[in-house]
């Protein structure tokens, strides 16, 4: 199931969340991010861990608010990381004849997010992923079998290689677009 629904942060008199006072003048003009927001926020940041020349990507795992695991797409753990000398790109071509670029080394934000979760014996069934761009078709077959309902993203990346299959499995997928000035505070 597609949605694209675009969602805006929520107004609030609060303050700014890193404590800085923004001054009498501009006192009820500050916003407190949304739930959706606050996680794509969060994806967002992890993104910035990963190390594939191919794109950085970034994935938060959330049941009832709460982050239940994270991860962004990189090599395994302890092996060499994706540079601009050993990033090892592929090539496939999709059933209907585009040709998509991938790393051998890599795994993706969504898959390191899930082994994260299940090294550490945490239970993903029925909850919701944000990951800074849409899933590939791939990913979206093992999330689909780990009992993810919603999968909230960012950016859009070959949604019509997995149209079809969200169709089929019922998965909801949810734009979630933050704006750059939204990804952090500036004060
Ligand atoms: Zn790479
Ligand atoms: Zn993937």
């Not at 009498?24 to 940041?45: D, I, N």
């Not at 078709?137 to 009992?147: E, S």
Request: aromatic share 4%.
């Amino acid at each position: 199931m597609l949605e694209n629904k675009r969602v805006m942060a929520e107004e609030t008199t609060a303050g700014c969340c890193c404590g800085n006072d923004a001054g009498e003048g501009s006192r009820g003009t500050e916003k407190r991010l949304g739930w959706h927001e606050y996680f794509m926020s969060v994806a967002h940041l992890i993104s910035r861990r990963a190390t594939c020349t191919r794109g950085h990507i970034g994935a938060v795992i959330v049941r009832d608010h709460s982050i239940l695991s994270t991860g962004y797409n990189g090599a395994p753990s302890g092996l060499p990381h994706c540079n601009e000398t050993n990033c090892r790109i592929y090539r496939s071509t999709h059933p209907d004849g585009t040709v998509e670029e991938n790393c051998v080394n890599t795994i993706h934000a969504e898959i390191n997010a899930i082994a994260q979760a299940a090294k550490h014996g945490v239970s993903i069934s029925d909850s919701d992923i944000y990951i800074t761009a849409s899933p590939c078709i791939h990913c979206l077959k093992v999330l689909i079998n780990v009992g993810i309902k919603t999968i909230y993203y960012d950016k859009p990346y070959k949604i019509e290689h997995i149209a079809e299959l969200l169709r089929l499995s019922g998965i909801r997928l949810v734009q979630v677009h933050v704006e750059e000035g939204d990804k952090g505070c500036t004060c």
